[in-house]
Nanobody, 124 residues
């Protein structure tokens, strides 16, 4: 059974940083495309970043967020710098099997496994 457990959310002031973690079990992150999504109140869940053969980022976070993974610990991270109030959301980790180089999923329904989410609140 695949489990993804996010941690690291919290309250931070604008301009601050947080690092989210996603610990995986039942599936190795090195054989998966790992993604981060977020959902703000009243909005749809949106793609933030993914890491498979390559990394991808939403335009809104490019240059501020970095996705990485630690294979021995089977964990994926999302380093978030220069946080802004509009980054406030519940952040979710997701996973899908690694496929060919051309497969770079950014839609929710392309991912098979999801964590419960962690709240990130950025105050102005």
């Amino acid at each position: 059974q695949v489990q993804l457990v996010e941690s690291g959310g919290g309250l931070v002031q604008a301009g601050g940083s947080l690092r989210l973690s996603c610990a995986a079990s039942g599936r190795t992150v090195s054989n998966s495309i790992m993604g981060w999504f977020r959902q703000a109140p009243g909005k749809e869940r949106e793609f933030v970043a993914s890491m498979g053969w390559k990394t991808d980022y939403a335009d809104s976070v490019k240059g501020r967020f970095t996705i990485s993974r630690d294979n021995p610990w089977n964990t994926v991270y999302l380093q978030m710098n220069s946080l802004q109030p509009e980054d406030t959301a519940v952040y979710y980790c997701a996973a899908v099997a690694l496929r060919g180089l051309a497969y770079r999923p950014s839609a929710q329904d392309e991912y098979d496994y999801w964590g419960q989410g962690t709240q990130v609140t950025v105050s102005s």
